[in-house]
T-cell receptor
Framework: AQSVTQLDSQVPVFEEAPVELRCNYS??????LFWYVQYPNQGLQLLLK??????LVKGINGFEAEFNKSQTSFHLRKPSVHISDTAEYFC?????????????FGQGTRLTINP | SAVISQKPSRDICQRGTSLTIQCQVD?????MFWYRQQPGQSLTLIAT?????????ESGFVIDKFPISRPNLTFSTLTVSNMSPEDSSIYLC???????????FGPGTRLTVL
């Protein structure tokens, strides 16, 4: 069984500072990795995904993430955050479980940008 | 990308009643899912809605409580039956678009049970 761990439930950051949101997963097989963002009172929006190839993936709004197979991590980063980045961020893993595709989410990290 | 709409967007219901949530996709998709997001928590998969057959439920979710229909490749419904305050959550419809290898989510239905 797979699990996704987001190590920080809340991350407060000052505007224009860099940020890293951590995500670790446990899986014995190849997985697809995703980061989703949920702005207040809205649905989920895909930020970026790793399927294969380059381990550094770039997404929307200036975010990027690096897949590290040896450390089973997929941390999300942004070099300079903006007030509008305040949201809940979810790391997710998709793999085949008993013949079915399953997307499993981490607990979420609430990113708060302070002026 | 797939565009997903859900109805209703929110509702306040009385204990013991049932609510049916509709999910409409603008294109045919092979896989549709229903998730629950309890207040302040992450998303939990309720079931996979299978076209033309019974839904596949995750551990902890049963058909009597959450009956699901999927009459075609663009539409599905989730019913929350015999509701209690513990059912107060956001319910999200999701589809897997194979061509993009991405899973898209609807805007959610915010349910409050009094």
């Amino acid at each position: 069984a797979q699990s996704v761990t987001q190590l920080d439930s809340q991350v407060p950051v000052f505007e224009e500072a860099p940020v890293e949101l951590r995500c670790n997963y446990s899986s014995s097989v190849s997985v697809y990795l995703f980061w989703y963002v949920q702005y207040p009172n809205q649905g989920l929006q895909l930020l970026l995904k790793y399927l294969s190839g380059s381990t550094l993936v770039k997404g929307i709004n200036g975010f990027e993430a690096e897949f590290n197979k040896s450390q089973t991590s997929f941390h999300l980063r942004k070099p300079s955050v903006h007030i509008s980045d305040t949201a809940e961020y979810f790391c997710a893993v998709r793999e085949m479980i008993q013949g079915a595709q399953k997307l499993v989410f981490g607990q979420g990290t609430r990113l708060t940008i302070n002026p | 990308s797939a565009v997903i709409s859900q109805k209703p967007s929110r509702d306040i219901c009385q204990r013991g009643t049932s609510l049916t949530i509709q999910c409409q996709v603008d294109s045919q998709v092979t896989m549709m899912f229903w998730y629950r997001q309890q207040p302040g928590q992450s998303l939990t998969l309720i079931a996979t809605a299978n076209q033309g057959s019974e839904a596949t439920y995750e551990s902890g979710f049963v058909i009597d409580k959450f009956p699901i229909s999927r009459p075609n490749l663009t539409f599905s419904t989730l019913t929350v039956s015999n509701m209690s305050p513990e059912d107060s959550s956001i319910y999200l419809c999701s589809v897997l678009q194979s061509s993009y290898n991405e899973q898209f989510f609807g805007p959610g239905t915010r349910l409050t049970v009094l």
